[in-house]
């Protein structure tokens, strides 16, 4: 009697099609919430540093004076707005519509001409921290090549023995959003996953057909595994939406396997899935279900998974959390995938690691889904 029945099964797992289909709630979870948080991290996030907005005092109007602003104005970095009004610029800056001022002082010539030490003052937007570490970089070196050039003009010197050629493995273009939009699926896939599945079984007892179901022949497996399937397959087609628009759309490269990704996207389904029906087993309740949901699975993926913040840059503690989040793995996967292909060293461990996070959820699961009415 405690044998699985396919019969049973497919029953029961068409019913859930069924249901899926009549729910539009479901299909918008599963496809309209994944497109537009795809279109927010691909337009709306960036770590790119170019084109920071920033005010030039010009109270020397030498033509050293002018050839630092035009070195300043040349630079792909700086969006330069030239002004004589020190009041006017700093107004700005405090407004936030600046996040930088650089104010050449009166003596700035006279100085360069006698010889001795010019000073150019940089003001900055301390709210912005990383911004403003940016802008205090980029102007350091903006007046380390003009005074190079300067000195090359004026005394022409041998090329140098040594030149440094750099060259950038895995993401030439050192854009941020070739990195960002592979996390970003990782983290688009973690609330779906684990909102999808948190309010099914929520749901049943809400509309109390749970108890309904529980006077048929179905067994607990049967029924976890009925409703597995269709949620993993709409986790697939997420899945394969996010990634067709972060390819085609976005333009980010794909350098991996397809079917290496879906591999993986298996494994990360599972354990996403996994968490979300032992959510909604111990909750009942659909708010609460949806709450705990984005607690426990978008929250962390956000955070702690290693898609923006660097994991070894977190105190030990927080690392050692971290090896209990699916994300952390997944976003490990993708981003290997995206940008420097198939690196099976990487892969196999992390896949194993949501395998075994899977399975974790699944037994637990499992043992708190009984057929009886509390």
Known sequence: MNSFSFQRFFAYLQ??????????????????????????????????????????????????????????????????RTGYDRLALEEDLTAGRLRGVVAIPSDFSRNINRGTKATIQVMLDGSETNTAKFVLNYAEGVVANWNLQRGIEKTPLPPPPIKLEPRIWFNPELSSRNVLLPGSVAIIMSLIGTLLTALVVAREWERGTMEAMMSTPIRIREMLLGKLIPYFLLGLGSMSLCVSLSVTLFGVPFRGS??????????????????????????????????????????????????????????????AITYLLPPRYFVTILQSAFLAGVIWDLIIPNFLAMLVIASFFFIITARKTVKRLD
């Open 15 to 80: 019913k859930e099609f069924k249901q899926i289909m009549r729910d539009p709630s479901t299909l918008l979870i599963a496809f309209v919430l994944p497109l537009i948080m795809i279109f927010l991290f691909g337009y709306g996030v960036s770590l790119d540093a170019d084109k920071i907005k920033i005010g030039i005092i010009l109270e020397d109007t030498s033509t050293e004076a002018r050839s630092l602003v035009n070195a300043f104005l040349a630079t792909p970095y700086f969006d330069g």
């Open 258 to 319: 397809y079917l290496v990704l879906l591999l993986a996207t298996s494994g990360f389904l599972l354990a996403s899935l996994g968490q979300g029906l032992l959510i909604s087993t111990l909750t009942r309740n659909q708010f609460v279900a949806g709450q705990i949901a984005i607690m426990a699975g978008f929250l962390p993926a956000f955070i702690l998974s290693g898609f923006i913040f660097e994991i070894s840059s977190m105190p030990w503690p927080i690392q």
